[in-house]
């Protein structure tokens, strides 16, 4: 038996749906109950990112071109941690189906083996008992099989009979794990991918969205009167352009091409496709300047008035839509003779600290953090609408730092990624720029000052938990130090006030508090107050409103 490129492209959808009904069960296995964007939710939007691309390829496709279209899209559309190694498994798949029409079982499973080979090399320290590990002891025994089973599907069963069986050990392998009672989420959600894409192998049905899985996980805003009112251009236009031998393709001829009909311009280059995205009164305009870089596909244009419209006549005086829309747009900028040397990116929740990066030179913020995890694309986006040299990118999150590195590689210009695990690391990179040093020395001195910061945060419990033999409560209040648990409290303002004394040692001089949106400006002063009569004349303490969600507060001591 063979695996044709219809099949692939509907086990791959089938995949995406399964991990999509089930990313609430697999965000429950985080160790941490801390109310973040959570690996289920991660991989399933991860995933999703291909799915629009996959539901338009024809029948007769190739499976080298499903997995060409998988490996980009992923790679795009990665947002965690789990989100990267999860599309850099998948781009295995893409390596070894180039050429191919049809896969049999070797395919299969050098396509994992290979997938396993780049993500190992993609995480600086990898953490046996993860996903990692499901992953590679599957691909390593299904290679051993290969003698004895030479049917796609029922290597592909053997491969989900090895992860299952490689998940159920990660307790032993991962002390956390065990710890906790859990398995490990990243395991748990490769395995369900898995367990949806042989639904169609076996029995030739993709895996239908549950009603609870209908709705997107994308970001989402709302179309109110003011904006129907201010709408200048009515068309979301978006289609893929596909580059063909003798046709010049030129992406950034494209978007200045767009930026002169319409707005909300994304324009993202691949090596086989231009992604693109405009908001625009002449859609046919637009697809005719586009014709003359390659021929079109996945077209798709809407008009948000009238679904607008649409709602005002149903719903009467009360007006409001929901739709999906790409969080935030960057127009592109090129690199141009009179470019700055140095510009910056930094990932962060919270007009607050927006504006306070702001103040401190960063040119580009992006909305994201523990709440939502901004896509490779998103972070690629905005350092490319910088007109600078070198694009300096703060992730000012662990599980931010794999997108940002992915989108350093995708870059039409040198993005250096800053591993800033927390908003106060991303603060005290900024403070030490030095605009007259070079691009290396900068980086080393940014990631020094990295580790003089003692990071800590206060926030809520999103679950009940049994973590590091501790009952936490839904609701119950978490203070984290440099990422780790370090107590509970029931008071967000005790508890930061506990957490801010404990940061310090007797060589801190510096002590920051950013308080956030559910903080009001009377109860951050009374920490401050009482941080000034505790700590004493020789420690300089900062108050500032982050207005960041999820935390009440962020504390650094230097």
Do not use: W
């Amino acid at each position: 038996m063979i695996i044709t490129g219809a099949t692939l492209r509907d086990s791959i959808i089938s995949g995406a749906n399964n991990i999509k009904n089930h990313s609430a069960a697999v965000d429950e296995l985080n160790v941490f109950p801390v109310p973040d964007g959570d690996t289920g939710t991660n991989m399933s939007m991860t995933m999703g990112y291909a799915v629009t691309e996959l539901t338009n390829l024809p029948d007769n496709v190739t499976v080298e071109k499903v997995a060409t279209v998988v490996s980009s899209a992923l790679l795009r559309g990665a947002r965690g941690n789990s989100g990267v190694i999860l599309s850099l498994i998948f781009r295995g798949f893409s390596k070894e189906m180039q050429g191919k029409k049809n896969a049999d079982a070797s395919n299969i499973v050098n396509s994992l083996k290979y997938g396993v080979e780049a993500a190992y090399k993609a995480v600086m320290k990898p953490t046996e008992g993860t996903i990692l590990t499901v992953a590679r002891i599957s691909a390593e025994k299904a290679a051993g099989k290969l003698d004895e089973i030479s049917d796609p599907v029922e290597i592909f069963d053997y491969i989900l009979e090895v992860a299952e069986d490689t998940l159920e050990r990660t307790p032993e392998m991962l002390p956390v794990l065990k710890k906790a009672g859990v398995v490990d989420s990243g395991g748990m959600g490769l395995l369900i991918i898995f367990q949806g894409m042989q639904e169609v192998f076996k029995k030739g049905r993709i895996v239908e969205l549950a009603e609870n899985g209908a709705k997107t996980e994308a970001a989402r805003g709302v179309f109110t009167d003011g904006i129907a009112e201010g709408l200048t251009n009515s068309y979301c236009t978006e289609f893929l352009v596909i580059k063909e031998k003798g046709i010049a393709a030129d992406p950034n001829k494209l978007r200045k091409d767009l930026e002169e009909i319409g707005d909300s311009i994304v324009v993202v280059d691949d090596s086989e496709l231009i992604k693109c995205h405009v908001h625009t009164e002449t859609p046919d305009i637009a697809l005719g300047k586009a014709l003359k870089h390659g021929y079109l596909s996945q077209i798709k244009i809407e008009n948000m008035l009238e679904q607008y419209m649409r709602l005002q006549a149903s719903k009467g005086e009360e007006h409001s839509i929901e739709f999906d829309k790409i969080p935030e747009v960057f127009e592109y900028v090129p690199v141009s003779e009179n470019a700055e040397e140095y510009g910056f990116v930094a990932v962060s929740a919270g007009s607050g600290l927006s504006n306070l990066f702001s103040e401190l030179g960063v040119s580009r913020t992006v909305e994201g953090g523990q709440s939502m995890n901004p896509s490779t694309d998103e972070i690629l986006s905005a350092a490319q609408s910088i007109d600078a040299k070198n694009v300096f990118v703060l992730a000012n999150n662990k599980n931010i730092i794999l997108s940002a590195e992915q989108a350093s590689k995708l870059a039409d210009r040198n993005v250096v990624v800053i591993p800033t695990r927390s908003i106060p690391e991303g603060i005290s990179a900024m403070l030490v720029f030095n605009p007259e040093l070079d691009v290396d020395n900068n980086r080393i001195i940014m990631k020094e000052a990295i580790k003089s910061v003692k990071s800590g945060s206060v926030t809520y419990a999103a679950r009940d938990s049994d973590f590091d033999g501790r009952n936490i409560r839904e609701g119950e209040i978490l203070a984290l130090e440099d990422g780790k648990l370090s107590f509970t409290d029931t008071d967000p303002e005790k508890a930061a006030i506990k957490l801010a004394r404990r940061l310090c040692s007797r060589d801190t001089n510096f002590v920051t508090v950013i308080y956030g949106a559910d903080v009001s400006e009377e109860k951050a002063n009374s920490v401050l107050e009482s941080l000034e009569g505790r700590l004493g004349k020789n420690i300089e303490i900062s108050l500032v409103s982050g207005n960041q969600p999820i935390y009440y507060y962020y504390i650094s001591a230097e």
